[in-house]
């Protein structure tokens, strides 16, 4: 039997990492976005 807070602690984990995958996804787009409009470089 896993205790509770391990559960949430799991949660909280994942939650995390999926805002910060998200972040970097996004950051990558607006990247390529301002390259393909001769803003960057």
């Given amino acids: ?3 509770p807070w391990m559960k949430r ?3 909280l ?3 995390w990492g999926a805002s ?3 972040l970097g996804v996004l ?3 607006m990247h390529l976005l301002m390259a393909a409009a001769g ?3």
């Fill in 1 to 3: 039997m896993r205790r």
């Fill in 9 to 11: 602690l799991g949660w």
């Fill in 13 to 15: 984990v994942a939650i």
């Fill in 20 to 22: 910060v995958l998200a």
């Fill in 27 to 29: 950051a990558t787009l």
């Fill in 39 to 41: 803003m960057v470089g």
